[in-house]
């Protein structure tokens, strides 16, 4: 035979054996997968992997996080398999060592770049390496210490708001509006220096953009069906087309998405261009705006000049990310905020240690230095033991780019009794990632993880928390998330958090109300009265304290 034929045969060949070597991988990840344990689905059509994502989601989620060990099998519609990952060594690998090959979800990350344009959460690999590189930066330690003061003064505006409707005695407040309040507007002054409400009124301010930031979370929940084609949407014809296409499709939550979009990124563009104005006009016109230009934005703009050329954060992504940074810190911190305020109230006895703790250091009068703030150590354990109990986001998802290898800590028993020491997940595997299943891991943090006990952190973590390799960024905790797409934002949050409780749990006393409060489950978790009423709220009892 001559021998440009035996290459071809050969090639021929070694094609074939890589084809069923091929096949046959697949077919055991499958088996593996199949083998997992999890809840039951009642339906192959369905699957049960909703019950995950609805408002009354708590219970299961709960479930999938306790009771089928560190990975737990998920039915999605006509028997597709997603994983729910809570071992450390498996996150480990999502998170940290191959975190290139476990990438967002498509669709997520598409609709992120429809609605706020080129930033954090709708950008992968060199682009949005190049972003966190200029905004990391912004968020040190040492730029939250000059923002210290804006924060006071926010802070001390909505105590007198709160005062005058205490003054008289003790009512039923609704204090998820004014935790929700104050980090719009925390986020405005530190974040954008903008004012959204002033907090001078008993009433919130009306404010257009700050509606529009509010409603995006609700209306995204609602698209939730339709966000699944933007792959394929965004790869019809050009973009006029696009545009008009989008216009007259005729499903109200998606105009409302649509109009949010523009309104935010106007209000974004008019803000952007009065900071640049200020900032040519030198450092007088600076001071006298909000915020003193010490907020996110100024210091950005500042770092850009220097930044070097390849580096350089073009304006239209610097206007994705204004958008971006109110939305993505308002819920999330205003709903923890009211989360810990409902604990307080849950456990008096805890409330007065704060409150002691609080006045012993002066802490309601705003002299308190960001680094002593940040010390005082019962008030900082309330907080991570809120977020570690609590974590508000717990719908996060991540995806293979190509068949990829899950290690385990510790092996998992099949359903077969097959001993499962690492998990072979193919490309396109939908992956959750178990927060709270990492969170409350009893092995980890010991038999009482699932009671909420500020005092766990007042001597040091059990060894097994600090030898696991948990990736969080955040206090051992998965919360904030880690590596390269953590929270940008714990440290602000953080420091939000903890100067709002100097000051109200100074000042205020908490207590419970008669009615029943149930969280639900969103993109970031919220309260109600009851479970029917889907308005968020959470009333307490406020009552002024007085020494
Ligand atoms: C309790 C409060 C907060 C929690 C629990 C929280 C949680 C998270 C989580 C889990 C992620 C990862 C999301 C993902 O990969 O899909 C994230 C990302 C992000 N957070 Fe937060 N966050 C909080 C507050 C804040 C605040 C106050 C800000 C801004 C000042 C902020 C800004 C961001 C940004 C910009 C991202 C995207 C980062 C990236 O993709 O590179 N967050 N946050
Ligand atoms: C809990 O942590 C241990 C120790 O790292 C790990 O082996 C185990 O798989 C985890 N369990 C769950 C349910 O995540
Ligand atoms: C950053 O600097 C570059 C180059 O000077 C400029 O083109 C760009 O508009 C600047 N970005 C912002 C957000 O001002
Ligand atoms: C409460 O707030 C007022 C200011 O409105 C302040 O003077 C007072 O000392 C604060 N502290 C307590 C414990 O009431």
């Known amino acids: 035979m001559a021998a440009p034929i035996v290459l071809l045969y050969g090639l021929l060949a070694l094609g074939a054996m890589w084809f069923v070597r091929r096949q046959s991988k697949h077919r055991n990840a499958h088996h593996v997968m199949r083998n997992i344990p999890g809840p039951p689905s009642r339906s192959w059509m369905k699957g049960n992997v909703m019950q995950f994502f609805t408002r009354h989601g708590q219970e299961f989620q709960r479930d999938v996080a306790l009771n089928y060990g560190s990975v737990v099998r998920l039915e999605g519609?006509?028997?597709?398999?997603?994983?729910?990952?809570?071992?450390?060594?498996?996150?480990?690998?999502?998170?940290?060592?191959?975190?290139?090959?476990?990438?967002?979800?498509?669709?997520?990350?598409?609709?992120?770049?429809?609605?706020?344009?080129e930033c954090l959460i709708g950008s992968l690999g060199d682009i949005h390496k190049r972003q966190r590189k200029m905004l990391t930066p912004v968020f040190s330690v040492n730029h939250m210490r000059h923002m210290l003061p804006v924060f006071n003064t926010v802070v001390f505006k909505l105590r007198e708001v709160v005062l005058a409707k205490v003054r008289e005695g003790e009512k039923e407040i609704d204090v998820l509006e004014w935790t929700g309040r104050v980090a719009l507007e925390l986020i405005g002054q530190g974040g954008l220096g903008y004012s959204f409400d002033p907090?001078?009124?008993?009433?919130?301010?009306?404010?257009?953009?700050?509606?529009?930031?509010?409603?995006?979370l609700p209306a995204m929940m609602n698209i939730e069906q339709l966000r699944q084609l933007t792959p394929h949407l965004v790869k019809m014809g050009p973009r006029w087309f696009r545009r008009l296409a989008v216009d007259l499709f005729p499903n109200a939550h998606l105009q409302t998405v649509k109009h949010v979009s523009d309104t935010m990124s106007e209000r974004s563009q008019n803000i952007f261009h009065e900071k640049k104005v200020a900032l040519n006009n030198g450092d007088e016109a600076v001071l006298?705006?909000?915020?003193?230009?010490?907020?996110?934005?100024?210091?950005?703009?500042?770092?850009?000049?220097?930044?070097?050329?390849?580096?350089?954060l073009p304006e239209s992504e610097m206007?994705?990310?204004?958008?971006?940074?109110?939305?993505?810190?308002?819920?999330?911190?205003?709903?923890?905020?009211?989360?810990?305020?409902?604990?307080?109230?849950?456990?008096?006895?805890?409330?007065?240690?704060?409150?002691?703790?609080?006045?012993?250091?002066?802490?309601?009068?705003?002299?308190?230095?960001?680094?002593?703030?940040?010390?005082?150590?019962?008030?900082?354990?309330?907080?991570?033991?809120t977020l570690r109990l609590y974590p508000p986001v717990t719908i996060l998802l991540r995806v293979p780019r190509k068949d990829s290898v899950l290690p385990l800590s510790e092996p998992v028993v099949g359903l077969d009794g097959s001993i499962i020491k690492d998990v072979p997940v193919p490309k396109g595997t939908e992956i959750i990632i178990g927060t709270l299943g990492s969170n409350v891991n009893k092995s980890l943090w010991g038999e009482d993880s699932l009671e909420w006990k500020p005092e766990r952190w007042l001597s040091p973590l059990p060894r097994a928390v600090n030898d696991a390799p948990i990736p969080g960024v955040y206090s051992n905790l998965m919360t904030f998330l880690g590596g390269k797409r953590a929270c940008i934002g714990f440290k602000f949050s953080e420091m939000e958090m903890k100067v709002v409780l100097a000051v109200m749990v100074s000042n205020f006393t908490f207590e419970l109300t008669e009615k029943e409060i149930g969280w639900n489950v969103a993109l970031v978790w919220y309260p109600t009265v009851g479970k029917d009423d889907d308005r968020p709220q959470l009333p307490l009892k406020v009552r002024l304290y007085k020494p």
């Open 319 to 385: 206007i994705a990310q204004m958008s971006l940074l109110v939305f993505a810190a308002t819920d999330t911190t205003s709903n923890t905020l009211a989360r810990i305020l409902q604990s307080l109230a849950e456990h008096s006895d805890v409330q007065s240690k704060l409150r002691e703790e609080l006045l012993h250091a002066g802490a309601d009068t705003g002299d308190l230095s960001y680094d002593d703030l940040m010390k005082l150590p019962l008030l900082d354990a309330i907080c991570r033991e």
């Open 288 to 312: 006298r705006q909000v915020g003193e230009g010490r907020d996110i934005m100024s210091i950005l703009l500042r770092a850009n000049t220097t930044a070097s050329e390849q580096d350089k």
């Open 199 to 216: 907090l001078d009124s008993e009433k919130e301010a009306r404010n257009e953009y700050g509606d529009a930031i509010k409603s995006l």
């Open 77 to 117: 519609p006509l028997g597709r398999k997603i994983l729910y990952v809570a071992d450390p060594k498996a996150l480990h690998t999502i998170i940290i060592k191959e975190e290139h090959v476990f990438e967002e979800p498509e669709p997520f990350l598409v609709s992120n770049n429809l609605i706020f344009g």
